[in-house]
C-alpha cells in the first residue's frame, strides 16, 4: 500500500503544472500517509496480533459485520486499501502518460484536460465524495495508523504484561474515532455528484513560483528580473535556460519591455545552489553560466513568497544540490561546496552560508584557550562561514537532514609557520546554544565553551574541547560585523532546531490537523510532533505545512499528569517562528508558554487527547525511593 501511495503521490508530482491548485494539498496528504504506511512495513511486523479488540467493545454499527474477532488493525488497513485502490483507479483513467516528441526527453505524466475541466465532478471516494471528503479521509488514516503505530512501539519497548489491556483500550478508542470519521467523511459531501453537467473551470491551476532574480559582483548587486519563475525544462540534460521573465510587457526598464539578460542564465556543470544566512531568507547560484557574456557568474534568488519558499526548495535548490553534490563526489572532487564526511562516509552539502567577504584581513590574531592554557595564532588569510546538510537520508524532509552546528574555518598564511606541524586550518563548531560575546572597546568577538578542529599540512587532526575562541579584529566595525554574522548563524541553527527534531530526540507522536489555536498562533494545515530526548524531555511542535509558522514547546510535567476531564497544561517556555512576505522571519519567545490548544474540529481534538494517552503509555517505567 505504501507503494500505491506514493506513487498516486508522484503522479499528482507530475501532472502538477496542469492541475487545480487542490491537488497540491492531496498530493502533500499522500506522502505523508506513505510514510506511515512504510513505518508500518519496517517496525510493526507480526506485533499486529498484540492490538487486537473484542467487537463487542466497537461502535453498534460494526458488531454485525464482524463477529469473529477480526483484527482491528487490518480492518483500518484494509479501509485504507480500498481508498487508494480507488485513487489509483482515477490517476489511471485521467493521468495517461505523453509521449514526447523528442525521444531522447523523459515520458511526461500530465492531467487529461476532462479531469482538470471537471475535476469538481468524480467520485474521488467510494461513497462519490468530492476532493475535501477525500483528502479528510486520508488525514483520517494517517493519523489513526500513526497513533497505533505509537501504540505497538509501546508495547515493543515496555513489555510489561500489565499495560496490554490499557494499550487495547486505546486502540478501541482510536478504532472508535476512525470508524466514526470514517463514516462521516463517506456522508459529507460539499457539492451533489454530477452525471451530467456541463463542463466548468477549474478555479486555478497551479501557478509558478515567482521571484527576483539578482547578478552579484563582489559587494554589487544588479536586479536582473522582478518577477521571474523557474523554466519548465531547468533540468533536463541539455537546459540552455532556467529563468523565464514574466514582468508586465507594458513594464519600462533598462531592458525594455522584458528582461532578456536574465534568460541567458544558464546552469554550469560547476553550478552549485545554496541559501545565505541572514534576517531575510536568499539563494545564491554560485557559477552559474551567463551565455550572453560567457562568463561564470554569482546569482542571487530574492522574494519568494512566504507560502512559496518550502516549495522552491524541495522543487529546485535541493535536487540541483543533490546532483551537484553526487557528481562531485563521483568525480572525486572534494571542496566546501560538497565532500564525504569523514564520521559516517555521507555526502555533505553546502546548505548555508555567511557572506563574511573580506573578514579575514580585519583579523590580527586568533586566541583559543582552555582552562588556563592558551594558544594564539596569527597571519589570518581565510575565514568562512557554513552549514552543512547530509545526503542520503531517505523519508526525511530535505531541510531536517541539515546539521545541527556550523563550521566557522580559519586558515593561516604559511610565512607564519615555525614547525613542519604547525596548525594551517582550525574549524571551530558553532551550535544554536553557542555563547557569543563583542568587546568592542577592544575590537574582539569570542565564542565561548565551544569544539575546536585543528588540522596541519599532513591533514592530522588535533581536537579541543570547550574552548573559548577570541578573534582580534582590526576595528570596531569590523568587529562588530563579524558579531552580526555569527549571531546571524546562530539563528538560522536555532530555526532549524525549533522547526524539526533534533539528533537527540525520537517522535513518539506524528498527528495532523486541518486548524491549531492558540493565544500565540493560529496555524492552519499543521503537523504536530511529540518529541523525546535522550533525557526524557517531552517537546510539541507544531508546524504548517508551509512551514511559515513555528510553534515548539518544551512539555512541562504536569502535561501528563491532567485527566482526561481537564486539559493538559502547556504553561513551559515557547517559540514561535513566522515567516513573512519576502522571506523575512520574525521570532517570538513567550516564557510562561500558553493556557490553551484547540483544534478546528472536535474530531481532532479527540485524536489529540489520544495521542496524550499513547504517549503516556510509552513514557518509561520510573523506580521511586522510598527513603
Known amino acids: 500500500m505504501a507503494k500505491i501511495a506514493r506513487s498516486i503521490a508522484h503522479a499528482f508530482t507530475k501532472g502538477r503544472k496542469s492541475a487545480p491548485a487542490e491537488f497540491r494539498e492531496l498530493e502533500n496528504q499522500l506522502y505523508s500517509l506513505s510514510a506511515v504506511l512504510v513505518a508500518f512495513k519496517d517496525i510493526c511486523g507480526p506485533d499486529f496480533a498484540a492490538v487486537t479488540i473484542d467487537p463487542a467493545h466497537l461502535p453498534a454499527r460494526f458488531q454485525n459485520e464482524d463477529q469473529n474477532g477480526a483484527h482491528t488493525v487490518s480492518r483500518m488497513l484494509d479501509s485504507c486499501r480500498e481508498t487508494l485502490k480507488h485513487l489509483e483507479k482515477i490517476v489511471h483513467e485521467y493521468g495517461p502518460v505523453s509521449a514526447p516528441t523528442d525521444p531522447s526527453m523523459p515520458r511526461l505524466r500530465r492531467w487529461n484536460t476532462d479531469l482538470v475541466r471537471n475535476y469538481k465532478k468524480i467520485a474521488w471516494t467510494t461513497e462519490a465524495g468530492d476532493l475535501a471528503t477525500l483528502r479528510s479521509q486520508l488525514m483520517v488514516h494517517t493519523n489513526s495508523l500513526d497513533l497505533v503505530l505509537g501504540i505497538i512501539m509501546s508495547s515493543r519497548t515496555l513489555r510489561i504484561e500489565d499495560s496490554l489491556k490499557e494499550h487495547s483500550n486505546m486502540v478501541k478508542d482510536i478504532h472508535t474515532w476512525w470508524a466514526q470519521n470514517i463514516r462521516d467523511a463517506a456522508n459529507v459531501r460539499t457539492e451533489p455528484a454530477l452525471e451530467k453537467y456541463q463542463s466548468v473551470e477549474p478555479q486555478s491551476a497551479t501557478s509558478p513560483l515567482f521571484f527576483e532574480v539578482h547578478y552579484s559582483s563582489n559587494d554589487n548587486s544588479q536586479l536582473l528580473c522582478a518577477q521571474a519563475c523557474l523554466h519548465d525544462d531547468w533540468k533536463d540534460v541539455g537546459s540552455v535556460q532556467i529563468f523565464v ?6 513594464e519600462t526598464s533598462v531592458f525594455g519591455s522584458r528582461h532578456p539578460r536574465v534568460e ?21 547560484l ?21 507560502s512559496d519558499i518550502v516549495e522552491f526548495e524541495t522543487s529546485f535548490i535541493q535536487p540541483l544540490a543533490e546532483a551537484r553534490a553526487g557528481d562531485m563526489v563521483l568525480n572525486g572532487l572534494s571542496n566546501q561546496l560538497a565532500h564525504l564526511s569523514i564520521s559516517n562516509g555521507r555526502i555533505r552539502a553546502l546548505n548555508l552560508h555567511s557572506n563574511l567577504k573580506s573578514l579575514h584581513s580585519l583579523i590580527t590574531s586568533v586566541t583559543f584557550q582552555v582552562g588556563h592554557r592558551s594558544l594564539s595564532k596569527l597571519h589570518v588569510n581565510g575565514l568562512t562561514l557554513v552549514n552543512y546538510r547530509e ?46 560575546k563583542a568587546d568592542e572597546s577592544n575590537a574582539c568577538v569570542v565564542i565561548e565553551g565551544v569544539e575546536c578542529l585543528g588540522f596541519n599540512q599532513e591533514l592530522q587532526l588535533y581536537r579541543l574541547e570547550k574552548a573559548d575562541v577570541a578573534l582580534h579584529v582590526t576595528s570596531q566595525e569590523g568587529s562588530k560585523t563579524l558579531h552580526q554574522e555569527l549571531k546571524d548563524m546562530r539563528r538560522e541553527l536555532l530555526i532549524t532546531s525549533l522547526r524539526y527534531p533534533r539528533p537527540d530526540e525520537t517522535v513518539v507522536l506524528h498527528l495532523q490537523a486541518t486548524e491549531v489555536q492558540c493565544e500565540v498562533a493560529i496555524i492552519s494545515d499543521a503537523e504536530l510532533l511529540i518529541t523525546r530526548s535522550q533525557q526524557n524531555k517531552y517537546r510539541l511542535i507544531v508546524t504548517s505545512r508551509n512551514r511559515c509558522t513555528v510553534l515548539s514547546q518544551i512539555l512541562p510535567d504536569t502535561f501528563f499528569t491532567a485527566p482526561p476531564t481537564r486539559s493538559p497544561s502547556f504553561s513551559s517556555p515557547t517559540w514561535v517562528v513566522q515567516v513573512q512576505d519576502g522571506g523575512k522571519r520574525e521570532m517570538a519567545y513567550y516564557p510562561n508558554g500558553f493556557r490553551f490548544l ?30
Not at 530535505?398 to 582550525?426: C, R, W
Open 245 to 250: 521573465c514574466k514582468c508586465n510587457q507594458t
Open 264 to 284: 541567458k542564465i544558464a546552469l554550469s556543470p560547476l553550478c552549485f545552489p545554496f541559501r545565505q544566512a541572514g534576517d531575510t531568507t536568499s539563494w545564491t
Open 286 to 306: 554560485f557559477k552559474a553560466l551567463d551565455k550572453s557574456t560567457n562568463q561564470m557568474v554569482s546569482i542571487t534568488i530574492k522574494n519568494v513568497a512566504a
Open 391 to 436: 545526503l542520503g537520508h531517505q523519508n526525511a524532509h530535505p531541510v531536517d537532514s541539515a546539521l545541527d552546528h556550523a563550521e566557522l574555518s580559519i586558515y593561516y598564511d604559511n610565512q607564519g609557520m615555525t614547525k613542519t606541524g604547525d596548525i594551517t586550518k582550525t574549524i571551530v563548531h558553532l551550535n544554536q546554544a553557542s555563547i557569543l
Open 598 to 627: 484547540s483544534f478546528q474540529s472536535s474530531n481532532a481534538e479527540k485524536m489529540f487527547e489520544l495521542g496524550r494517552s499513547v504517549v503516556i503509555g510509552a513514557t518509561p517505567v520510573q523506580t521511586l525511593s522510598l527513603e
